[in-house]
């Protein structure tokens, strides 16, 4: 069963890796993770899209001068953004590095899509764009500061908050390496806020997951949530139930229909009757609120276990990959 099971995955990575081969990409650059994620797609849908990314990206745009080479090029990103919309974010954002866009570009392209800074970095950490260090010129990193935080932050200090430590390169390239940590120190300065922090991660692809809460407390604070969310269920239920089918429920809903009464004198039978169903829709529509918020909770579980998944599975690559080293 396990090497059934063992052999269907890597029929499955083979088929992704040969799909991408024919289409031009270099599949050995590719995680297992990222080639799986291209297994649901047809050959000609894959080069469509891919079609439709290199027409973008071999516009001409020599005849422009900076200030319009400057403007066009942010209606690009905006056009890969149109050209990848019906793809999941995970999905477009790994196409796109594919086709040679950096991570700065590919944040840009999803803001485009109106993604969230937190949603902007949970797809790039789905799609493997993300690691625990990445190796940088100071120059590299002042610049995406400088598009974060805008023209007139003083970048300087932002810089100084993060404690790199820089070095030298053989070219004489000032040089630092930059982790979570670096980034969490500007949040804790007040340099940064939490979603620039994330900005500034995905941009410059640096994975800020907590590897030891996605093994241990994660789940048990969503062991939690979904409890908590179960009783708060369970608990309106019951109340709706007592008050449908008990005799003190009765009881109570005849004091609430003789309070009303009394406070309007007499009504005639008709205006009770209309009284009685427009009661009767506004407890359908809560019920229908309820059992809707119920969903919404529900789709944040599977999420937040999906972001759980995800971490443990790069911890675990992370930890391999150190090993090797």
Do not use: C
Not at 17 to 22: E, G, H, I, P, R
């Amino acid at each position: 069963m396990e090497n059934q099971r063992f052999y269907n995955w890597n029929k499955r990575r083979w088929k992704s890796y040969k799909k991408l081969t024919d289409l031009g990409i270099d599949g050995s650059k590719l995680s297992i993770g990222q080639l799986i994620s291209f297994k649901d797609f047809k050959p000609d849908a894959l080069k469509s899209y891919i079609d439709k990314i290199q027409a973008i990206k071999n516009e001409d745009l020599s005849k422009l001068n900076n200030d319009k080479q400057d403007l066009y090029q942010t209606l690009q990103l905006k056009q890969y953004g149109k050209a990848l919309s019906d793809l999941e974010p995970k999905q477009a954002a790994l196409l796109l590095s594919t086709q040679g866009l950096s991570n700065a570009q590919i944040e840009q392209v999803l803001s485009a899509q109106k993604l969230t800074p937190e949603l902007q970095y949970q797809a790039m950490l789905e799609a493997g764009l993300l690691s625990s260090k990445q190796k940088l010129t100071t120059a590299q990193i002042e610049e995406t500061l400088q598009t974060v935080l805008g023209s007139d932050a003083d970048i300087q200090a932002t810089m100084s908050a993060m404690e790199l430590k820089v070095a030298t390169d053989a070219q004489g390239n000032s040089v630092a390496k930059l982790t979570k940590k670096n980034i969490e120190a500007a949040v804790a300065s007040g340099k940064l806020t939490q979603e620039q922090a994330l900005q500034l991660a995905s941009m410059l692809g640096v994975d800020m997951a907590v590897k030891k809460q996605a093994s241990s407390t994660l789940p048990k604070w969503i062991a939690t949530l979904k409890l908590s969310a179960k009783a708060i269920w369970e608990n309106i239920t019951a109340t709706l139930t007592w008050l449908a089918t008990t005799p003190a429920g009765w009881a109570t809903l005849a004091v609430s229909a003789i309070t009303v009464a009394t406070i309007k004198h007499t009504k005639s039978l008709k205006d009770l009757q209309e009284t009685a169903q427009d009661s009767k829709s506004a407890y359908d529509n809560t019920i229908s609120e309820i059992k809707s918020l119920n969903d919404e909770l529900k789709r944040e579980l599977r999420l937040k276990e999906a972001i759980v998944q995800t971490e443990g599975k790069k911890a675990a690559a992370d930890v391999l990959y150190d090993s090797n080293v």
